[in-house]
């Protein structure tokens, strides 16, 4: 199959489009086969695109972004859907959908409702994965163990590829976080490392959700 937004070649099940992270429609079927250990960082990849896509970039604030990225991964391990939509802070997003004309509030709130269902049911099928790879007491550990400043020349990148002729949004500052997780299971332990990037842009951070596609 071939993307809606970009056109590039999709394999057939993938949840995200391999070329710019836009989501497919697809999505894990409750009680399907669970992933292997191998596959669980990969599927966090895929689950948080679409825990946080409703377009490409997403507004946060209210926190630093080393906070904001141990908050998500703790919601996708032991939260809840709206969880994850706090964890990021998308209500102020919405807020700032609607100042710019983009959409009313009845869209933002039937938005808001099917985005939380959605991750809900995510929560749920990542969360039963982990227990069957893991076993019933599986626990997890999330650790930032690096803050990187981003350079001037990426944050005029990402400037160039958020804006249209209708916006002029500035982005002044931006880091790269790398959180480490650790999962915790009957016999054996498993870590893996994630880098998310994270943008200021007009005093509120966002958080560019294609980094959360890729891990070390």
């Known amino acids: ?30 009680g ?3 992933p292997s250990k191998k596959l669980i ?8 695109l679409i825990a946080l896509v409703i377009v490409l970039i997403s507004f946060c604030g209210g926190g630093s972004p080393e906070s904001m990225a141990e908050d998500y991964f703790d ?16 209500d102020a997003f919405m807020d700032l959908l ?3 004309g983009e959409i009313d509030e009845d869209d933002a709130d039937f938005l808001k409702d099917y985005e939380i269902e959605s991750n809900d049911q995510l929560c749920e099928w990542y969360q039963d994965a982990c227990e069957e790879a893991y076993g019933r007491d ?19 990148d990402l400037e160039s590829y958020i804006n249209d002729e209708d916006t002029d949004f500035e982005v002044t500052e931006g880091v790269a976080v790398t959180v480490k997780v650790t999962l915790t299971g009957d016999e054996d332990d498993f ?6 990037i994270f943008y200021k ?12 596609y890729y891990y070390h």
């Open 32 to 34: 399907s086969k669970k």
């Open 138 to 156: 599986w626990s997890y550990e999330i650790e930032v163990t690096k803050v990187k400043d981003l350079s001037n020349s990426k944050l005029r």
């Open 201 to 212: 842009v007009d005093g509120e951070w966002i958080v560019h959700t294609r980094s959360l």
């Open 41 to 48: 960082a990969g599927i966090v990849g895929v689950v948080v």
């Open 98 to 100: 609607i100042e710019a």
């Open 1 to 30: 199959m071939f993307c809606g937004k970009c056109g590039a070649s999709v394999p057939d099940g993938a949840v995200v489009c391999p070329a710019c992270g836009a989501p497919t429609g697809a999505a894990p079927t409750p």
């Open 75 to 90: 919601a996708l391990f032991s939260g809840t859907g709206e969880d994850m939509w706090d964890a990021v802070n998308m």
């Open 191 to 196: 870590v893996e490392k994630f880098t998310i």
